[in-house]
């Protein structure tokens, strides 16, 4: 204690006969000790973030890299922010000859002040992403039973869908059944595009599908075996789909994301009452 102490009061101390030139090595002086305190500080800040960002699922993947390209480039403007206080100092004290030897360690606190304001709104932001959606993906694995069902698309799905994607309106359904096989029938092809970006066809299809783990959400697999209903060639390169599950509880919800998904563009399903899927398989 005693260390970090004496530390911090020479952080502040002013320099006894102040110039311009006396100035710039007093800043460059405490330029690593500054880092190092703010990095003590910043760096947890910034991985707390991160870490609340990826999972409520505002960033999919790669949250690794981000870290460490955020970090970086945390430190590269901090260091430049931090040459502005010589660079302020110097050529004042050289308008101002006379000027207060306590500008040198005032400055520095504003900086710092200003600094940990900075480093402490992302800590602030993801609150107020996950506001209203803390709830919205699945956190616990759902029983199977409480899947098995028809979905349909849900009014605002529709409406994008017909409004925004230009596809023709009809009937569209995904079903899951009780023996783990899938059929999608009419889905707009826009989830599986470039971009998310309508080409006007429906894919139907069958498949195998399963429930698992990604991060802090419970999430559908969907594996197809037959794509011969897509609106063109599948191609090797697609086998499935993941499709997010919403709500902590039946019925859940089921959503396609169209495109990247930080634009929050989604076709959403809900699942048919059991005595709409009764009525609709003629039981």
């Keep these: 204690m005693n260390c970090i ?3 911090i009061r020479w952080l502040f101390k ?3 006969s102040p110039t311009a030139g006396g100035a710039i090595l007093w800043w460059e002086a405490r330029r690593i000790p500054v880092n190092l305190l703010v990095g003590v500080y910043g760096i947890p800040c910034l991985l707390i973030s991160l870490a609340f960002i990826m999972q409520f699922h505002f960033l999919q993947s790669g949250g690794e890299v981000i870290a460490l390209i955020a970090i970086f480039l945390t430190a590269v403007e901090f260091n430049v922010c931090y040459t502005l206080g010589w660079l302020v100092e110097a050529p004042v004290r050289v308008l101002f000859p006379k000027l207060t030897p306590k500008f040198s360690p005032r400055l520095l606190l504003i900086g710092l002040l200003v600094s940990v304001f900075v480093i ?4 602030l932001f ?3 992403l996950a506001d209203g959606k803390t709830d919205r993906y699945t956190a616990t694995r759902p029983a199977t039973a409480d899947l098995v069902g028809t979905y349909y698309p849900t009014p605002e799905t529709l409406s994008l869908v017909t409004a925004t994607g230009a596809y023709a ?3 569209c359904s995904i079903q899951l059944q009780s ?6 029938v009419n889905i707009p092809d826009w989830y599986r595009t470039d971009f998310g970006k309508p080409s006007g066809g429906m894919d139907s299809g069958t498949g195998v599908w399963i429930t698992e783990k990604r991060q802090e959400r419970w999430v559908l697999l969907l594996w197809f075996d037959n794509t011969d209903g897509f609106s063109y060639a599948a191609g090797p390169g697609l086998s499935g789909a993941e499709v997010e599950l919403l709500g902590q509880h039946a019925p859940y919800d089921i959503a396609l994301i169209v495109g990247d998904p930080d634009e929050g ?3 959403r399903f809900s699942r048919a009452p059991a005595t709409t899927r009764s009525s609709a398989t003629g039981r």
């Design 169 to 171: 309106s009809g009937p």
């Design 179 to 184: 023996d783990g096989k899938f059929q999608f």
């Design 14 to 16: 002013p320099m006894p």
């Design 120 to 123: 402490t709104l992302p800590l």
């Design 126 to 128: 993801p609150a107020i």
């Design 5 to 7: 102490a004496s530390t």
């Design 265 to 267: 563009r989604e076709m």
